[in-house]
């Protein structure tokens, strides 16, 4: 599995172990930035980043970091294709992935530990869609950004 990972100066204090997370998966990371906590950046370029790499098929999972995950996941989820869970907690990060196939997370670096977010990064990256009436959900999903000229 290859995996973006995008921060913002707020997020950044997750990134690290984040990534140590993924790689301890096996998966391949890309990083997309920032690469410091120093400067304050914009989430919205981190999110764009992160969610273009996933929904053009470059990565298959996307973890993006803010102060909060909320703005870089509201940008995020702009990108047609994307579905990316604020998430705060174990049972959050296993149900994303099995009731939304979220296909990215957001995780905030001033509401959680570098080492919580390495285990809900874990529980998410292993747990399984179970499809059936999910499906249909994610798909009506897939109707409102249609609406909105949104697409695939
Ligand atoms: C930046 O100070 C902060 O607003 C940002 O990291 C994030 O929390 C926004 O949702």
Not at 21 to 44: H, I, N, R, T
Not at 79 to 99: D, L, S, Y
Request: proline share 2%; net charge negative; aromatic share 6%.
């Amino acid at each position: 599995m290859k995996v973006a990972v995008g921060a913002d100066h707020g997020g950044y204090v997750l990134k690290e172990a984040v990534e140590a997370a993924l790689k301890e998966l096996g998966a391949e990371v890309v990083d997309l930035g920032c690469f410091g906590a120093e400067v304050s950046v914009d989430y919205p370029e981190y999110g764009l980043k992160a969610a273009q790499a996933v929904a053009s098929g470059q990565c298959d999972l996307g973890v993006v970091m803010c102060g909060t995950g909320i703005g870089i996941s509201i940008a995020a989820n702009k990108v047609p294709g994307v579905r990316c869970a604020v998430v705060t907690n174990e049972f959050m990060a296993e149900m994303t992935k099995r009731h939304n196939d979220a296909n990215m997370i957001a995780l905030g670096g001033r509401v959680i530990t570098p080492e919580y977010a390495k285990e809900l990064v874990k529980i998410w990256y292993n747990a399984q869609f179970e499809g059936g009436r999910h499906q249909r959900r994610i798909d009506q999903i897939s109707d409102i950004e249609a609406m909105y000229g949104k697409h695939d």
